[in-house]
């Protein structure tokens, strides 16, 4: 079927960077929406950053201008550029895409999760 695979987590001191990858392989007719997706121990999972085919973008408030979402069709990757990182950036990141296979109904795929982790 499909797979989404994230790279790109690890450990960040406050201010600083990291950039999460996520590629989409299997049997991929076409992908529609891509995002990315956080979920902070005890809370619940929330959008970060989405980004549909023709490349509109939507943030959370507490990304934006911080956080950048790109996407390259072609290659079915979609990444996310977080700048000027906040211990409350600490969180299991997801990727998420709306992917459809052969001439079945688009459905939500999910990758396994990448940690982020803050530092002050």
């Known amino acids: 079927q499909v797979q989404l695979v994230e790279s790109g987590g690890g450990l960040a001191q406050a201010g600083g960077s990291l950039t999460l990858s996520c590629v989409a392989s299997?049997?991929?007719?076409?992908?529609?929406?891509m995002g990315w997706y956080r979920q902070a121990p005890g809370k619940q999972r929330e959008p970060v950053a989405l980004?549909?085919?023709?490349?509109?973008?939507n943030y959370a408030d507490s990304v934006k201008g911080r956080f950048t979402i790109s996407r390259d069709n072609a290659k079915n990757t979609v990444s996310l550029q977080m700048n000027s990182l906040k211990p409350e950036d600490t969180a299991v990141y997801y990727c998420?895409?709306?992917?459809?296979?052969?001439?079945?109904?688009?459905?939500?795929?999910w990758g396994q999760g990448t940690q982020v982790t803050v530092s002050s």
């Open positions: 998420h895409a709306i992917v459809r296979v052969g001439v079945d109904l688009p459905r939500a795929y």
């Open positions: 299997g049997s991929i007719f076409s992908i529609s929406n």
């Open positions: 980004i549909s085919s023709g490349g509109s973008t």
